[in-house]
């Protein structure tokens, strides 16, 4: 099941990547390790401690929340900044 879930994270990671590139594509090296590292790290970290249920909640969930919270600031203009 790790695997699985490893798998489908960086899926996941490589989707973010293709469609949202032209913010992603001037980052440095550092910055795509900690963000790749850190989310499959996560991934295998909640799989050992919390369990399957949860590994899959922080796989789908945290992506998921950051496409809700970017719809109502950009999509709906309830943004302030």
Do not use: C, E
């Amino acid at each position: 099941m790790l695997i699985l879930q490893i798998l489908v994270a960086l899926s996941i990671l490589l989707l973010g990547r293709f469609f949202f590139f032209s913010f992603v594509r001037k980052d440095p090296l550092y910055v795509f390790i900690l963000r790749y590292g850190g989310f499959i790290g996560i991934t295998v970290l909640s799989h050992y401690y919390l369990g399957n249920f949860w590994a899959w909640a922080w796989i789908i969930g945290l992506p998921l929340l950051g496409l809700l919270v970017h719809f109502i600031l950009y999509v709906l203009k309830v943004s302030t900044f």
